[in-house]
């Protein structure tokens, strides 16, 4: 049995074949309305997110399977004080496949240390979220044809965002990937995700202070939130935030086929004036996010064969 | 002055970083065993100015990977016949379960009660990451 709990417990193949599933889901689901017929996705939420979890629900629904759960632990009695471990035996007993969210890291890799189902990380306070990272993946793959050869910048919050990090992990694992890291001194990447990641790879990357330094060189624009509470003070938060916001004017720049990528909520990072211009498709990422999902709910299930390794087609 | 000929079969860890002595015999599990134990603090050491030594009497076989964690300087001698029959340097184990606990506050082993794991993520910097929430152990 395989959980997805890192993005990187599936290998690039494996990747590769369950995006490729999700983009023929994408083009006919009406062959996917049944596969779940009779199978239960528990959605346990210890930590509120509506998105992640409406997307979840979608996936499962989508497919004609059932779902349940809960979506804050405050409102579950049967989490309170229980472990994560005594959780996951419970619900392996009432779902077929669990989705967990947590505001402890490593909550999900517990679960499916003791679960007798497969468990999908679906968010681990500030370290990992894998569905995100198939999403992001699936997006570029949608919009290109493939990843493999991607100039990117990665722009805003490079310190404490999970998913560029998670996604640095990923790309690197493609051929000829050019990264530009974009963000103010204070939020640049991690130097351990450059030295144990990027420099090992062998892929060019540079780092920069402003977007508009790199606009025409980009395939895919990844904006994410910068966050007041990471400044030491307000001064260098208004000081700054200007410069990581994506209006019309910065576009002007761009390529024709650039794609504006966001892990959604925006606050004002984007201007919504850039929301009715083609290649903002972070909505579209958003909705791609469900067809991955479906994706992996099958695979996990064990109901598409030829997805992971040593399963044969 | 102890040396090692006092010693028929068992084994000398020497070297070990002085004032680390108690924390390798705690981390070595070296209270369960009833044979003789003896640890030196303090020993003079031509290489580091002191030095601690742990001698072992009458066991030859004790899992010693955390050793290198605890303190790469120290060397291992195993004593059989009264002559020193290997000596080895100790190596940096890959895994570290229940050694050191995770600092992280977010991290789940902060909650639940599990085996603390970290993993070896850079062999040449001694750097280890928890299995839980890839935060890496400072000393
Ligand atoms: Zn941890």
Known sequence: MRHLIDPLDFTRQETDRLLGLGEKILESPQKYAHRCDGKILGTLFFEPSTRTRLSFESAMLRLGG????????????????????????????????????????????????????????????????????????FTIRRRRGKVDGVTIGLCGDLKFGRTVHSLIKSLVRYENVRFYFISPEELRVPSYILKEVVMPSGHQWEEVRAMEDVMPELDILYMTRVQRERFFNEEDYVRLKDSYILTKDKLRAAKKDLSILHPLPRVNEIAPEVDGDPRAVYFEQARGGVFVRMALILTLLGLEKGILSGEGA | MLNIDSIENGIVIDHITAGRGMRVYDLLELQALDTCVAIIKNARSEKYGKKDIIKIEGVTDIDLDVLGFIDDHATVCIIRDGKLAEKKRPHLPKKLVNIVKCKNPRCITSVENVDQVFYLCDEKAHRYRCRYCEQEYKK
């Open chain 1, 66 to 137: 059932q779902v349940l759960g809960f979506s804050d632990a405050g409102s579950s009695s049967a989490t309170k004080g229980e472990s994560v471990a005594d959780t996951i035996r419970m619900v392996s007993g009432y779902a077929d496949i669990a989705a967990m969210r947590h505001f402890k890291e490593g909550a999900p890799f517990v679960a499916s240390q003791y679960s007798r189902i497969p468990v999908i990380n679906a968010g681990d306070g500030g370290h990992q979220h894998p569905t995100q990272t198939l999403t992001d993946l």
